[in-house]
């Protein structure tokens, strides 16, 4: 059992790697959602047969596969793609390469480097405390699996410790995430909006 149990995460490791791949490298819109839908998929795959996280996997299954990922076909559906110019193609590449690496620094030094910014006032202590949970050293330090089990031993069903665990040890990442979709909700808004005609 364990042996198989191993083949299957490193398979379904192997699937979400490469699926990944194929939605940032994909030359072809529909490949790169294909790659999306077979990341959820896996993941979803193994919350299924891990015990106690099944409502994950659903979760993964009926909103990003079921929503999300439908939603992203017909916004490409929307999108001329076909009459895009090689100028245009040539500037938002361009554009992506010169700041990708800087927000990637960011974000980075923002992770590594977050605990030892002091700033004073209420702000200063909201702030730090959301950086010291979100430094690299807490999060590798902390078992979600522990957490789990400590909070199913007190009777309490896979909902609830979601949520507790949402709600308080992972607090920070959560409010991470709702940031990241935020900012892809308006890249896509911007970036499907249709420019006004001149003179109005």
């Not at 072809?28 to 077979?38: E, K």
């Not at 439908?70 to 040539?90: G, P, S, W």
């Not at 800087?102 to 209420?122: K, M, R, V």
């Not at 992972?170 to 991470?176: E, G, I």
């Amino acid at each position: 059992m364990t042996l198989t149990w191993g083949i299957f995460n490193f398979l379904s490791a192997s699937t979400i790697i490469s699926g990944a791949l194929t939605v940032v490298m994909g030359r072809n819109p529909i490949n790169s959602v294909v790659g999306l839908v077979s990341c959820f998929v896996s993941c979803s795959s193994i919350f299924i047969l891990m015990g106690g996280t099944a409502f994950l996997g659903f979760i993964y299954i009926i909103v990003y596969v079921g929503a999300i990922a439908i939603l992203f076909i017909f916004v490409i559906m929307m999108m001329d793609l076909r009459n895009l110019t090689a100028e245009r193609k040539n500037s938002v590449q361009y554009s992506f390469l010169l700041n990708y690496p800087l927000a990637l620094i960011i974000a980075i030094s923002a992770i590594l480097w977050g605990n030892t910014i002091q700033i004073e006032g209420p702000i200063g202590e909201i702030t730090s405390s959301f950086l010291n949970d979100f430094t690299t050293w807490e999060i590798a330090q902390r078992n979600i699996w522990d957490v789990w089990a400590q909070t199913s031993s007190m009777g309490s069903t896979g909902l609830h410790t979601i949520g507790y665990l949402l709600y308080t040890d992972f607090l920070a990442l959560l409010l991470l995430a709702s940031l990241i979709l935020l900012m892809v909700m308006v890249s896509v808004i911007a970036l499907v909006k249709i420019p006004a005609a001149e003179g109005n």
